[in-house]
């Protein structure tokens, strides 16, 4: 039993219709089952509406908590090189000794100017990082909770889909 196997192991049990995740004691781990599931989504929205592979996308990360990291995960295997945009030191240097351009960000403006895309995973305020809108030929991507994009438009709030959508099914 594929259940019993996750839950004696500490990780996920993947079936048809869900991935759940159980910490090591083999309780129900629902943050993470979250956060994979948020992960798959966002990447399933960009997968369907982009008019290009990820491969050729400039892509970049902002957070790498439980969501950031999934969505790089999943990005990586599919042959993107995100770069990943974090306030976490540790972080930063690790993924730096990994191989993948890691910016750390502690305050202040980011320059995305080179993307084609960014996904916000990080409830932090990003609109200093633009003047009114999104640049042209770029597109973002809004996963986190909160107004992090104040005054910007063309941002896509993939988190306001998902309570709609939630909502609609319930």
């Known amino acids: 039993n594929g259940l019993i196997l996750a839950k004696y192991l500490g990780y996920a049990f993947i079936d048809a219709q869900n991935v759940i995740f159980f910490k090591e004691n083999g309780s129900f781990d629902e943050e993470r089952t979250n956060a994979v599931l948020s992960a798959e989504g966002a990447l399933g929205y960009i997968l369907s509406s982009f008019d290009r592979s990820v491969t050729d996308m400039k892509i970049g990360i902002v957070g790498y908590g439980r969501i950031g990291k999934s969505l790089f995960r999943m990005l990586s295997f599919l042959g993107a090189k995100p770069r990943v945009y974090t306030s976490n030191e540790k972080s930063a240097f ?49 996963l986190a909770s909160g107004e992090n994009f104040k005054g910007v438009e063309g941002v896509e709030k993939l988190v306001a889909f998902m309570k709609e959508f939630e909502a609609s099914h319930t």
């Open 94 to 142: 690790e993924l730096s000794e990994n191989g993948v351009e890691a910016i750390l960000c502690i305050d202040g403006t980011r320059d995305f100017s080179d993307l084609d895309l960014l996904i916000n995973t990080a409830p932090t305020d990003l609109s200093a990082s633009f003047e009114s809108s999104v640049p042209r030929g770029m597109r973002v991507i809004e």
